[in-house]
């Protein structure tokens, strides 16, 4: 179903100022932005294993430089409360972190409307407005850092779930034929598959420092699946790849190409891009829901 996009009554007020918090799982940022929801003046910390409304609230305070805040949107890992703005137990964050009500703590806190969404979408929509699938009808986006997520935006609108799950989730490899563990409790998913950890734990070498052309191969072979689904659901006119995994590029995608153009039989192969927009993708897609 859609998601609800902007709001406008900032339209009129040229003075608008807007808070944005990306939060991952080794990793937050916060910025903020005028009425044209473009981040500046950004803020970045490692994830601390306590405190997160503290923290939170520091980064925002450290960017709005003693300025009132009209809004606050944050992406978060997933999985969400989206009635509640809440984080429930994404299994990428720190335990203190989950189940946090950060829509009406920081609500409660600066007194503005506040915003989340789930982190792939705001990177989804942040690149459909901003970044690779400027222009385009219809954006599919993966991305692969710490956790797999994924995002599809129609029109310059979301298409968001029920449950607000995520794409890097989907089963490639079933525990039956011998997947490996997943941090989701199931095996084979994804993300068990292609992130950043995983990378690590199945090679034996951070995906940063990994200079085994056999294992990106491997990991180019799993992307390349997870694309040609995409591409059978959604018939989209780019694909695009971001995350920290991303920086590798040239290592897996000549076996990510090989295996799309292998599998894809119905469907003419759209554009499959890398993310332009680097770390800021999820900010512009969140502020863009204020």
């Not at 009425?35 to 923290?55: H, K």
């Amino acid at each position: 179903m859609p998601c609800g996009q902007r709001r406008t009554w900032w339209r009129g007020y040229p003075a608008a100022v807007f808070g944005a918090i990306d939060i991952g799982g080794s990793k937050l940022l916060a910025a903020v932005a005028g009425a044209d929801r473009r981040p500046t003046s950004a803020e970045r910390r490692t994830t601390p294993p306590e405190d997160p409304l503290g923290v939170l609230c520091d980064m925002l305070d450290a960017v709005r430089g003693g300025r009132s805040l009209d809004g606050i949107a944050i992406a978060v890992p997933g999985p969400f409360d989206r009635e509640r703005g809440a984080l429930t137990d994404p299994p990428n964050v720190p335990p203190a972190w989950k189940r946090v009500a950060l829509a009406e703590e920081l609500g409660g806190r600066y007194r503005c409307r506040v915003v989340v969404e789930n982190d792939a979408n705001c990177a989804a929509l942040g690149e459909a407005l901003h970044g690779a699938g400027s222009g385009l009808d219809t954006v599919v986006y993966y991305t692969v850092s710490t956790g797999v997520g994924a995002g599809i935006v129609n029109r310059g609108r979301l298409l968001t779930g029920r449950h607000d799950t995520e794409g890097g989730h989907q089963v490639l490899w079933p525990a039956w034929l011998g997947g490996p563990a997943c941090r989701c409790g199931g095996a084979g998913c994804l993300e068990a598959l292609v992130s950043g950890p995983s990378i690590a734990r199945r090679f034996g070498v951070p995906a940063e420092a990994l200079d085994d052309a056999a294992a990106w191969e491997d990991v180019g072979r799993w992307l390349g699946l997870a694309v040609t689904n995409a591409v059978a659901l959604h018939d989209p006119d780019v694909v695009i790849l971001g995350g920290g995994v991303c920086n590798s590029w040239d290592k897996f995608w000549p076996s990510l190409s090989k295996t799309v153009d292998r599998a894809l039989r119905l469907q003419a192969r759209p554009p499959i891009r890398q993310a332009a927009l680097g770390d800021d993708r999820n900010l512009y897609g969140a502020l863009a829901l204020l």
